[in-house]
């Protein structure tokens, strides 16, 4: 696991990117406190994830309002496509992400 900081560098229903392994991460934080990790990509035109608006354990692709699963990174609603999940674990307040798995793009 790799530690990317704090948990409090992100905002409530916030959100940050970064890059593990050469690949862009976007890492969310909920209204709830919970803390998602998925490939900075929308399965539609790989907008960047990690701009969208978090509602609920959702984003909103910022190219085309797609709303993809925090939980499961799949398209939700009438739209058809997954984004890679990244493994995440919390703890003592900091951020641990797996490596991500290489997806095709």
Request: a negative charge; hydrophobic letters at 40%; proline letters at 7%.
């Given at each position: 696991?790799?530690?990317?900081?704090?948990v409090?560098?992100?905002?409530?229903?916030?959100?940050?990117?970064?890059?593990?392994?050469?690949?862009?991460?976007?890492?969310?934080?909920?209204?709830?406190?919970?803390?998602?990790?998925?490939?900075?990509?929308?399965?539609h035109?790989?907008?960047p994830?990690?701009?969208?608006?978090?509602?609920?354990?959702?984003?909103?692709?910022?190219?085309?309002?797609?709303?993809i699963?925090?939980?499961?990174?799949e398209?939700l609603?009438?739209?058809?496509?997954?984004?890679?999940?990244?493994q995440?674990?919390?703890?003592?307040?900091?951020?641990?992400?797996?490596?991500?798995?290489?997806?095709?793009?």
């Amino acid at each position: 696991m790799i530690d990317i900081g704090p948990v409090d560098a992100i905002p409530l229903r916030g959100s940050r990117s970064v890059m593990l392994e050469g690949e862009s991460i976007a890492v969310f934080r909920t209204g709830d406190d919970r803390i998602f990790a998925l490939v900075n990509r929308c399965p539609h035109k790989h907008g960047p994830l990690s701009e969208g608006i978090i509602h609920g354990h959702a984003v909103a692709c910022p190219l085309h309002n797609w709303r993809i699963s925090l939980e499961t990174g799949e398209a939700l609603g009438a739209d058809k496509g997954c984004t890679p999940t990244v493994q995440v674990e919390v703890v003592d307040g900091r951020i641990l992400l797996s490596a991500p798995l290489k997806v095709a793009a």
